[in-house]
């Protein structure tokens, strides 16, 4: 189980939610967060025009905002992923790696069942994390196969 290397970005209060719920200590905070700055700004621009100095609104191109202590720290994935997993394996969790899954099934009875295909017998859980995406089998499964209607494509830097 790993992250990506690049740096997550999220705020102190949902930091501290996790905290609030058990699933993050104070210390994993501590150890996790890299870079801490006062906030973000965000453009929008309405008209594509370049070069321009000042800000696209001064120059009538766009709007602009800046957002105070939202996605403002950075935090290392590998350090937080580490800290977690332990934690769940000290409590007698179980982690599957590189077993594919094809399927999920929810029941009341069972709660859920993870089909690994025909050569390993299922898995029943209460609780099921997909962090694998829009390209994850429980996704397409959700959209019975179909593409989907669009992407929401995130791009950043550092």
Known sequence: IQ???????????EML???E???LTEQDIE????????????????????????SYFEN????ETVTP??????VAPAILI???KQRFLDMGGVIKEKSPLTGVVVSERVGSALDLGEEAEPITSR????????ASPISRQQRYGMKPDGVCCVVGSC
């Open 3 to 13: 992250g990506r290397e690049q740096e997550w970005n999220i705020s102190m209060n």
């Open 17 to 19: 939610e996790l905290v």
């Open 21 to 23: 719920l058990g699933v």
């Open 31 to 54: 150890d996790a967060v890299t870079t801490e700055f006062p906030g973000c700004r965000s453009g929008f621009k309405n008209k594509e025009v370049s070069p321009t100095t000042g």
């Open 60 to 63: 009538g191109i766009g709007y």
């Open 69 to 74: 202590d939202v996605l403002n720290l950075g």
């Open 82 to 84: 580490e800290n977690v």
């Open 127 to 134: 609780l099921v994390l997909d962090c694998m995406g829009n």
